[in-house]
């Protein structure tokens, strides 16, 4: 279900570069705003289960391997 969160507000994300008119853009921006605060309830299970005996290590971990930063200049 995590994946699919992520895959829905990368295709969101990507359809504003499409977005030619006001009611596509607010589509968008909405896909993916919602697939954004689904993606944090999705997460717990995946690290409750896979988590063990230290699941803030787990959650630090898939938290830096999923957010993206533009690289420094």
């Known amino acids: 279900m995590y994946v699919a969160t992520l895959l829905v507000q990368a295709v969101a994300t990507g359809a ?3 977005a030619d008119s006001f009611w596509p853009f ?11 605060a689904a993606g944090p309830a999705a997460r717990a299970p995946l690290v409750r289960h896979h988590g063990g005996e ?20």
């Open 16 to 18: 504003f570069v499409l």
């Open 26 to 36: 607010v589509l968008a921006v909405s896909t993916a705003t919602g697939a954004k």
């Open 54 to 73: 230290r699941p803030q290590e787990f959650r630090a971990y898939v938290r830096a391997v999923t957010r993206w930063a533009p690289p420094s200049s």
